[in-house]
């Protein structure tokens, strides 16, 4: 066993040294060389009391078995130290969870692209996603799993099956599904590949209004974004675009600015950062192609972080309208450092400002036009469900459509396919109604926001 105040030791200039690291840089250039050196002692000296602590703590206290593992004591003693910050958002996280929050913000990973629930309490297929290797393997939608390399998934939870379905891409993972009208289970071979997470779902209001909600600001929003929109106006001329970032709970600032500067004139700040030392980081639009028809913001409590530097940029521009309820507050920079065992803390480092040097955090950004969602009866409620169901249903009905066309041209195992598959159906036209989207009847805020946009339509051809 490694000795417990080196251990302890070794971890606290780990966890403590890159903050001291990053703080050098800061430090009065008058303070002398002897009055650090007795800081770093005091530093250390401090440092071994928790490790005396921690000591004490594993040899004398009355459970044993609370306190055998040395990384969950050594954890906590990270965790009590941030938690002496009152500060939500500042956090470590153990090596799993960094990786799971990578993955989530690059936006790629190592999959098969499936939609997972559980549906009577069996692991089912809510339905592939198209373009990907089970959607090229023929998996449909309701498929049940029954197992995943030949384990059985009775009581198996979607996290930890997502667990096993990802893996490193080009290597195989197999899934027994029982499929509706089928005697017997169906064994399907599929190759893992990246998977881009899905961040935006766009589509058509109608002929000339666009629309595109923002489930999250991982890496590849902003092209994402750019790719909806060009495919909306190479087959319609838009005059009016609904930006949803209603629940939105953010992500990387980098995105928010790629999205913003979609909307924006080049040069116009997006949003600067205030360390509590040094001068402020400003972000500018870089584009020399921002679009400019009429843009209508939805926001509510759930819009946060990089959601918020995007409409206080497009509040504070006047370059369109907020329609919504206030937003969460959340305007706190959280910088992420890696740790030596594959760890990482997320520590809060700067604060977040709009264009007008207005402070988010713990504020929000209220809307121009406060539009509250309706209270629902529990009846309402119920209707709401299963009228969303429905959308998500008819969309799925898409995707299956889609896959039919490709299956029937592509009858080999797909789930090894490596070109680009176009998988855009030559079915509907771009005239066609089934092409725009169904607005749910309790969703006062979108509808409103469709509304002002006809409005503005209508006004401008008055004479």
């Not at 089970?134 to 998934?153: L, P, Q, Y």
């Not at 766009?202 to 974004?225: C, E, S």
């Not at 600067?272 to 402020?280: H, V």
């Not at 594959?342 to 809307?367: E, F, M, Q, R």
């Amino acid at each position: 066993m490694l000795n417990w105040t080196k251990k302890i030791l070794l971890a606290g200039v780990t966890i403590i040294g890159l903050h001291y690291v990053l703080s050098t840089a800061n430090l009065n250039p008058f303070t002398s060389e002897l009055t650090a050196a007795r800081v770093k002692m005091n530093f250390f000296s401090e440092l071994k009391t928790v490790s005396d602590v921690l000591k004490l703590v594993q040899y004398k206290y009355v459970e044993e078995d609370k306190v055998k593992d040395q990384k969950v004591l050594i954890e906590g003693a990270i965790q009590g130290i941030l938690k002496k910050l009152d500060d939500p958002f500042s956090r470590y996280m153990p090596p799993t969870n960094f990786k799971s929050m990578q993955e989530e913000t690059e936006g790629e990973f190592g999959g098969l692209g499936i939609l997972l629930g559980i549906r009577d309490k069996v692991l089912t297929i809510i339905s592939p996603m198209e373009g990907t290797p089970a959607f090229r393997a023929g998996v449909r939608a309701s498929d049940k799993i029954i197992k995943i390399n030949g384990k059985a998934t009775e009581g198996m939870s979607v996290e930890a099956a997502v667990k096993i379905l990802r893996g490193k891409p080009k290597t195989k993972v197999t899934i027994s599904v029982f499929r509706k009208g089928e005697k017997e289970l169906i064994d399907i071979d599929i190759i893992r590949d990246l998977i881009k997470v899905p961040s935006v779902k766009a589509g058509m209001i109608n002929d000339t209004l666009g629309y595109a909600r923002l489930t999250g600001f991982t890496a590849t929003v902003g092209k994402d974004l750019d790719k909806e929109i060009t495919k909306m106006e190479k087959d319609h001329k838009l005059n009016g675009f609904i930006l949803d970032l209603r629940g939105n709970p953010g992500g990387l600032l980098t995105a928010a600015v790629e999205v913003g500067q979609q909307f924006l004139p080049k040069n116009q700040t997006v949003v600067s950062i205030k360390a509590r030392q040094g001068q402020p980081t400003v972000f500018k639009a870089r584009s020399n192609h921002a679009h400019k028809w009429p843009l209508i913001v939805l926001i509510d409590g759930g819009s946060a972080s990089a959601s918020e530097i995007v409409a206080g940029a497009i509040k504070d521009t006047k370059r369109g309208i907020l329609l919504g309820t206030k937003s969460f507050g959340k305007g706190s920079v959280q910088t992420v450092l890696p740790l030596a065992d594959g760890s990482a803390l997320a520590l809060t480092t700067a604060y977040y400002y709009t264009p007008n040097d207005v402070k988010i955090h713990k504020i929000g950004v209220s809307p121009d036009i406060e539009v509250k969602f309706p209270k629902l009866t529990d009846k309402e409620l119920k209707s709401y469900r299963d009228e969303l169901e429905a959308i998500n249903q008819k969309n799925y009905k898409k995707t299956e459509k889609k896959q039919n066309t490709y299956l029937k041209d592509h009858p080999t195992d797909q789930s090894k396919a490596k070109d680009p598959i176009d998988t855009k159906s030559k079915v509907a036209s771009k005239d066609s109604t089934d092409d725009f989207m169904n607005i749910p009847k309790f969703d006062v805020q979108l509808k409103r926001a469709i509304d002002l946009l006809k409005a503005n339509v209508i006004f401008s051809k008055l004479k």
